[in-house]
């Protein structure tokens, strides 16, 4: 009887090194990550082929950045949406992605930072105090962008507001039925299970143009968009980074649970760290959104267990392959914006959640005066919409709030909580 042997990746180096196994369980990833995937693009003006393009190419990036070590998809994080609508509106699609570009840039000085001082210095430039603030204002930023969309504000769309009403909370309660209430792989699509059900609907009340998808070639190269730089999109954008470091961070000691391996060791966190980096850049370079590791895949490789690399090899070329399908970008674009909003609704409240648990799993004491200081100078300023003007370049929304949570924390003394005895 022979023996199996396993190597260090999961994969069998006696059988062939790709099987059509393999094959089709990329597409099963791909279709995991493939709602919100496509819902950066749709929500920022962004084209959703180019998305799926460079999801594929920053994967396999970050796969040779990482010796092929780590079983992961990247796709863009929702930590962007806000800031890559904002610059659009501020500066356009070419400026914008030019400040995509640098903040690949950020990642990587953050993996050269992890490699001459450790994995902790991350913890220590972006404690959760920090962190956390950051992570609830790019939620609750949204929310009146999601109740806009939801409500079909300023949509154009031909139906009673009623009706959008409908559809939007059709949605959105398919999107929470389907996340807590579902089991195996349907948990892992709450999203794409909120689109459907939303663009039934609006096929129902009829106020989705099919014209766009007939037209539209079945293959068709993505419409590029080459990045422009300009300083104000630059120094705007770099900030945004925090929220997606910590984010990646967690993901990578996520997988390594799952898979039993260490990957902040082997490879290394400032290997996938310069992965994040590369694949977010070369995204920038061709207009599409940042690619960083994934959420909804973790968790899919948490539930079928297969922790082979070549299938998110194979994930990334379906992307890539479906990139050059038009009626794939056509179809998405047909999609109303009020199912989006009614996702929205759900979706940016569950950001802010995301730093409020920061903040309560690492029980930081708000009754100590420098974090009561810095969590609430960044809420305010944040929410509130402060500016600091400066001519020709504003400092506001994300950015303001990144830079000051930072100096606050540098500068401001550390203190013991008193005792009531004292």
């Known amino acids: 009887m022979t023996k199996t042997t396993i190597d260090e990746n999961g994969n069998n180096p006696l059988k062939s090194k790709h099987s059509w196994q393999d094959v089709f369980t990329g597409a099963q990833m791909l279709f995991v990550a493939f709602g ?10 962004l084209n959703p082929n180019v998305a799926l393009f460079t999801a594929g190419v920053g994967t396999l990036l970050f796969q040779l950045t990482t010796k092929g070590k780590v079983p992961v998809f990247l796709a863009s994080s929702f930590a962007f949406i806000a800031p890559i609508s904002f610059g ?6 070419p400026a914008t992605l030019g400040g995509l570009v ?4 950020v990642f990587m000085f953050f993996a050269f930072l992890v490699k001459i001082n450790g994995n902790n210095v991350i913890d ?38 009623y009706q959008l009403i409908i559809i939007s909370m059709a949605s959105l309660l398919t999107t929470l039925i389907v996340a807590i209430w579902a089991k195996g792989f349907f948990k892992l699509v709450p999203i794409i299970a909120g689109i459907i059900v939303g663009y039934t609907l609006s096929c129902i009340f009829g106020i989705v143009n099919f014209q766009l998808v007939i037209d539209a070639p079945w293959f068709k190269i993505p419409d590029f968009t080459f990045p422009e ?63 960083i590791t994934y959420a909804e895949v973790i968790g899919a490789v948490t539930l079928t267990r297969n922790f082979k690399t070549r299938v998110m090899t194979w994930a990334a070329i379906w992307a890539i392959l479906m990139s050059f399908v038009g009626k794939i970008g056509a179809f998405l674009s047909s999609i109303p914006t009020v199912v989006m909003g009614g996702i929205m609704v759900l979706l940016f409240g569950s950001i802010a959640s995301v730093g409020i648990n920061i903040l309560v799993k690492h029980k930081v004491d708000l009754s100590v005066s420098r974090n009561m200081c810095i969590v609430s100078l960044v809420l305010v300023f944040g929410i ?28 401001l003394p550390h203190q013991k909580k008193l005792n009531s005895a004292d």
Not at 36 to 45: E, H
Not at 88 to 93: D, E, K, R, S, T
Not at 395 to 405: P, T
Request: charged share 5%; aromatic share 8%; glycine share 14%.
């Open 124 to 161: 220590r430039i972006l404690p959760p105090v920090v962190t956390g603030p950051i992570i609830m204002v790019i939620g609750l930023s949204l929310a009146p962008v999601a109740v806009g969309m939801a409500m079909g504000k300023n949509s154009g769309l031909p139906a009673e507001n």
């Open 229 to 291: 730089f300009q300083w104000q999109a630059i120094l705007y954008m770099i900030p945004i980074v925090i929220a997606p470091t910590i984010e990646h961070v967690g993901d990578i000691m996520a997988i390594s649970a799952v898979t039993g391996k260490d990957y902040t060791r082997a490879p290394g966190l400032q290997r996938t760290l310069l992965g994040d980096g590369l694949a977010t850049s070369t995204a920038g370079f061709f207009g599409g959104p940042p690619c």
């Open 384 to 411: 509130g919409g402060m500016i600091f003007d400066f001519g020709s370049y504003a400092l506001q929304g994300i950015s303001l709030c990144g830079i000051l949570a930072i100096v606050l924390n540098l500068i």
């Open 102 to 105: 640098a903040a690949g840039f």
């Open 36 to 45: 919100a995937l496509v819902l950066v693009p749709l929500l920022t003006g």
């Open 88 to 93: 659009v509106a501020q500066w356009g699609i």
